[in-house]
């Protein structure tokens, strides 16, 4: 069923962007050097847990390659080489091309994505206000998240104000899990299919609203041993706020529920989270989060954590982070340092 | 009865859509080229704006609400110089390549020389500094007469029937903003040398103009705030040099600049770097009294 519709996908796509491929070689000529740059991430983390603490170290050298194929066509490349128990291992975070329009107002994304899912899924861990990503996201979609090679189209509704929608078909990498129905680990794998819808008002010239609802079909971390099929829908709610100066406060409140059918049995489980960051200078920033979420396991339990960051910009593209972490239900406490330091021209999709 | 309804609905849309092509919709990243752009455009365009003149241009979060800006313009102009790189996210998630493509967009810092060109290869040691030179060459009014023939140049490649209007509506636009800006030039003649400090590396294109001689900035480097070490040494500068005056950006640490100002005896004047900085500077034409009316009080109460 999905290798049909993903080969229909393929079809639409190539139809549509064949006039594309043409303007490429008629402008080549004028195609510039792409952007190339590099972004570090340090971090580490001491918790009174007996989930051992982790060193400062340099965990993650993101290094991207981004630039216009022809004006219509933005390749983007984001290699990633993770530090792995002290081995480096090198992988292709995310490489798609984004079709800007294969028509009017649709475009399209193909290649290897981290999924549009929510608010943060798809972000890179230095686009993050946090030094841990929230609990939802890691325990509903995968540790590092929700990725998948495929393609997506998103549309912009002929609408008074900002809408997106955007449909997805991803074939998400396998999780490698102990054959037990009991395990913690919890991922999404298998054929996905996505979609998301985000709109946007401006309240004042000084505010603006985001609203997303979101949702996923795919298969549970399980799927290779038996029945596991997953669905996850969310909604996020953002709301950003500027002052004169550099004043900036923003909210990002999160919220998904998760179905799962594992062999015989089927349940459902919930999370979310909300932050609230204030930055009262061009320098610092200052954030609280609150998290809960179920686990996706048969017998669910409850984590209930509280967090605090604190941030301090050193330039555009380095960044100093503390987090503060408390776990209501374990009593435990943890404290994380992280530095993100950038190299080039970086940049990212508005999100 | 129904063929007058067909009639009538043909009229209307047919008139709807004369309407909306008579007016070119035109997006300016800053305040300052909306409004060269509406002085230039007059009756022919409908000018909007993406940010605010209180922003830091170099500090300005992109919003989705800005995309439905860029969906409806026929044309952008952008600052260049990379100080408005921001827009490329806007432009992308928008899905109009027409504004990756030269032709609807207008870079309005090419046309005139450029001031602080890097030489030699860049990096963080520099501070946040941009390859293609200092960004803020729109408060030397004489740049801002180049803006607006590019202006009108654009506006005229867009509606040929109306190019001579553009031409003759930029012509005197120019001769406008040159009167005003050679007034203020007389008027600050007589204070002569004019020393200044000013905090960010905003005020080069203005000094330029207007006959400042620019002694330090605040800021170390450009986007690296002072240390008290830094500002220790500064004081000892312009206390040499006799500077007295000191111009700060609305949006940095007026604070640290009275501070400094207390110390040395120079006076801290808060300018208008964009049009909408300060309230009551509605226009580039505001902004350059504002600046210069600020300047020449500054000026004799230091004297």
Known sequence: MYSRVFGLFLSLFLLFSFPLFAQTVTTRSATLLPNFSLIGNMNGRWDTSPKPSEGFLLKEIELAVQGYLDPS????????????????????????????????????????????????????????????????MTRFLGEEGA???????????????????ELGLWKADPIEVQASPNVTVFGITGPVSHARVWSSWSLTDNSELELGFSGLLGQGALSSVQTDEVSVFGTDLTLKGWGEK?????????????????GADRFSRWGGYSYFGYRWNAYWEW????????????????????????????????????????????????????????????????? | MKKLVIALLFCVSFGTSLWAQSKLNVVAVTPDLADIT??????????????????????????????????????????????????????????????????????????????????????????????YGNPHYWLDPENVGVIALNVAQKLGQRMPQHADYFLAKAQKYKATVE????????EIKPFKPVLVVTYHQTWPYFAKAFGLQVVAQMEPKPGIPPSPKYLIELEKKMKQMNVKIIIVEP?????????????????????????????????????????????KKGLQHVQ
Do not use: C
């Open chain 2, 179 to 186: 009167q005003k800006a050679d007034f203020w030039k007389r």
């Open chain 1, 147 to 165: 990725s998948g090679q495929g393609g997506s189209l998103d549309y912009i509704l002929p609408l008074p104000f900002f809408t997106q929608l």
């Open chain 2, 38 to 131: 509406r002085e230039v455009g007059g009756e022919y365009v409908r000018v909007g704006v993406l940010m605010q003149g209180w922003q830091d241009p170099h500090h300005v979060d992109p919003k989705p609400s800005m995309v439905m800006q860029l969906r409806q313009a026929d044309l952008l102009i952008r600052i260049g110089m990379d100080l408005d790189s921001w827009v490329d996210s806007l432009i992308q998630t928008s899905r109009q390549s027409r504004f990756v493509n030269a032709d609807s967009v207008l870079n309005a810092s090419l046309g005139f020389p450029k001031l602080d060109i890097p030489q030699g290869a860049i990096d963080g040691r520099s501070g946040d500094i941009h390859l």
């Open chain 2, 251 to 295: 949006w940095q640490n007026i604070d640290w600049a009275k501070q400094l100002g207390q110390r040395t005896g120079a006076e801290v004047l808060v300018l208008a770097p964009s049009v909408g900085a300060i309230q009551g500077v509605n226009s580039y034409l505001s902004l350059i009294d504002f600046n210069l009316s600020y300047l």
């Open chain 1, 246 to 262: 550099f004043n900036r406060w923003v909210s990002y409140t999160e919220a998904m529920v998760l179905n799962r059918k594992l």
């Open chain 1, 287 to 351: 954030g609280a989060r609150v998290d809960h979420v179920q686990t996706v396991d048969l017998v669910s339990t409850d984590e209930t954590k509280l967090s605090t960051q604190l941030t301090y910009q050193l330039s555009e593209t380095t960044k100093l982070r503390a987090e503060y972490g408390y776990d209501l239900g374990t009593k435990d406490s943890s404290v994380g340092l992280q530095m993100i330091f950038g190299l080039g021209p970086h940049s990212h999709v508005l999100q």
């Open chain 1, 73 to 136: 066509v933005k390749a983007d490349v984001f290699m990633a080489f993770h530090n792995e128990n002290g081995t480096t291992v090198p992988h292709v975070e995310e490489g798609y091309l984004t079709f800007l329009n294969l028509a009017d107002d649709l475009g399209a994304k193909l290649g290897k994505k981290k999924l549009n899912f929510g608010k943060q899924n798809s972000l890179h861990p230095e686009q993050w206000a946090m030094i841990e990503a929230p609990l939802v």
